[in-house]
């Protein structure tokens, strides 16, 4: 059997282009449906140049009607394509050609937050890990539910695999029901919640901090006091000022867990862990008003490593997710079919003022 298709490439108002015809030759003899014959034929014509980047191509109802196709098989195979980028649909214009490269498996939806110093080092360790088997498209949240809800509504169908920074509301599970279960992937944050749900590669916030501290404890101990500074107890902030509490209490050590840092009495002795990276520095500036010596009369270590951290102030200890492990184990996730459960690597990067 034989399928012609007729795509049509429209320029108005300046007229019709020609319209051509490829030849799309169904096996009925062979074990390979139907669909699979649609999508090997279109990427072959692309890979010939019959096909190009903006070419428009038959609407379903136009393959099942004129070839007596099933619309369940045309739309398998169009589904496909559009979760490998290599076509697009536009609500009421059609279908058309949007990547000429037919070698990508992957079409990877990156949902984020919001983009940080450390995320982008994320984002950078995903992306080449995936290169050469895929490509990426990234978008951000800012912890907003509706465009959260836009985010992943838009999506559905248009990728191969859904990688999310899910947000912190109730009504984020369902949101992310409606993509494909089999396709998502959760990262760096939402294990507890999700962890039942989908594969993940996620901080294990309350354990990363106990742990930490823990296997540095003849450095905590040069120290009278600790102090978590944490702005609210929110989402993730909350397992960070459980895991931090409960160290504390297991080893002793008198502790303080304060939301306002400038209003908190401040004592030679004192050893801080800071959140938040404003809080870091208005220590850092109060040491050196005050002549506290960084390491010796007080300790700060900060949360997630950025490169300027090991400048400021002659270097600041810090505590961190390994991002850019966290981006590469994810990415081979996606790229071996795998849906493992992955903690990611929590590290301290020891410097002068801890």
């Known amino acids: 059997m034989h399928l012609n298709i007729y795509y049509y490439c429209i320029v108005l108002p300046r007229g019709l282009q020609m319209r051509k015809t490829i030849d799309i030759q169904f096996e009925d003899n062979l074990p390979i449906p139907k669909y699979r014959q649609i999508i090997d ?4 014509k692309i890979k010939a140049g019959e096909l190009k980047k903006g070419d428009k191509i038959p609407s379903l109802n136009q393959l099942c009607k004129q070839y007596g196709l099933s619309q369940d098989t045309v739309l ?6 559009k979760s490998k980028g290599i076509i697009t649909s536009q609500v009421g214009k059609g279908y058309y050609i949007q990547n000429e490269n037919t070698d990508f498996k992957h079409k990877v939806l990156l949902v984020f937050d919001r983009l940080t110093a450390y995320k982008e080092e994320l984002y950078d360790s995903f992306k080449e890990a995936l290169k050469k088997d895929g490509n990426e498209q990234i978008f951000f949240h800012h912890n907003n539910l509706k ?7 838009g999506a559905v169908g248009e990728y191969s695999e859904y990688v999310i920074m899910p947000i912190d509301q109730p009504d984020a599970l369902s949101v992310i029901g409606k993509l494909p279960a089999s396709k998502v992937f959760i ?19 309350e354990r990363d901090i106990y742990r930490i501290l823990k ?8 120290y009278q006091r600790m102090v978590l500074v944490i702005r609210h107890l929110k989402s993730h902030y ?3 000022a459980t895991g931090f509490r409960d160290f504390c209490k297991r080893h002793p050590i008198i502790s303080e867990v304060v939301n306002d840092i400038k209003s908190f009495e401040i004592k030679p002795g004192d050893a801080f862990v800071v959140v938040d990276d404003r809080d870091l520095e208005f220590l850092v500036r109060y040491s050196i008003e005050k002549q506290l010596v960084l390491g010796t009369d007080m300790g700060i270590i900060s949360y997630n490593e950025a490169p300027l951290k090991g400048i400021v102030a002659s270097g600041i200890t810090t505590i961190s997710t390994d991002f ?23 590290l301290m990067y020891g410097r002068h003022s801890f």
């Open 41 to 44: 034929a279109i990427q072959q």
């Open 76 to 81: 398998m195979a169009y589904n496909e394509l």
């Open 147 to 153: 465009m959260f809800q836009t985010i992943i509504e």
């Open 187 to 205: 990262l760096d944050q939402g294990r507890k919640k999700y962890n039942d749900l989908y594969p993940y590669v996620c901080q294990d916030f």
């Open 215 to 222: 296997r540095n404890t003849p450095l905590v101990s040069k």
């Open 238 to 240: 909350k397992d960070i």
């Open 324 to 346: 850019a492990q966290m981006g590469k184990s994810m990415a081979e996730m996606v790229l071996n079919g795998k849906r493992e459960k992955i903690d990611n690597p929590f």
